[in-house]
């Protein structure tokens, strides 16, 4: 009898379109993160108003100033829009990104998503000359991760819902709660894009469901 090798099976559609990922861009670091996600092979748009928000399979949240974005996300319900996509869909929330999904935010007391179970300090560890890159271990495999911190806040609880993947003087900088994942770092500013890639399978399990 002969022996054949196996097939892989078929891709469905699904499988093989790309995602479409928005970067939330009103301010802050947009541009860099569209290109890290191109880079590993997802459509990106960069998204100015809720009503671009229904053509995304998940949706980056951005480094920058929590609080200017928090000004124009407080226009024309956009915030509201905001609150329903992130029920629904992926989200990735980065520095003042994750600041934004908090359900806690101090330093100080600011509106916030709401979501993802965890209390967020901003401007944690100094002032912008106090900014640093560090090489931390992480549970996202391939080995100790580049992080670039910039003002960073600093996630001073989670809950237990929520799973810590890095750490940095043992407060968590990267986190995934269900379909949350959120870091106190800048995963755009290095070439490694293990961080994109896990929110991308994030976002394509959501897309299967
Ligand atoms: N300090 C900013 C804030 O509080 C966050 C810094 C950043 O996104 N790199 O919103």
Redo the contacts with the bound molecule.
């Keep these: 009898m002969a022996i054949h090798a196996a097939r892989p099976a078929p891709k469905s559609a699904a499988e093989t379109k790309p995602l479409t990922i928005g970067v939330l861009a009103l301010q802050?670091d947009y541009d860099a993160h569209a290109r890290a996600f191109k880079t590993s092979g997802a459509q990106t748009v960069l998204v100015r108003k809720a009503e671009e928000l229904a053509a995304l399979d998940g949706l980056v949240m951005p480094?920058?100033?929590?609080?200017t974005m928090l000004k124009s996300l407080e226009k024309d319900r956009f915030f509201e829009a905001l609150e329903e996509f992130v029920s629904t869909k992926p989200v990735f929330g980065?520095?003042?990104g994750c600041?934004l999904l908090a359900r806690e935010v101090k330093n100080p007391v600011q509106r916030s998503l709401g979501v993802l179970d965890a209390t967020v300090e901003?401007?944690a560890y100094g002032r912008q000359i106090d900014s640093t890159i560090l090489t931390l271990p992480t549970c996202v495999p391939g080995g100790p991760l580049e992080m670039v911190f910039?003002?960073?806040?600093r996630i001073t609880r989670v809950g237990e819902e929520v799973e810590v993947l890095a750490r940095r003087d043992g407060f968590p900088t990267l986190v995934r709660q269900g379909q949350l994942l959120a870091c106190t770092f800048?995963p755009e500013m290095t070439a490694d894009t293990r961080v994109q890639s896990l929110f991308l399978d994030m976002v394509r399990a959501n897309k299967d469901r």
């Design positions: 802050g480094g920058g100033e929590s609080t980065t520095c003042a600041i901003r401007n910039i003002r960073s806040p800048h």
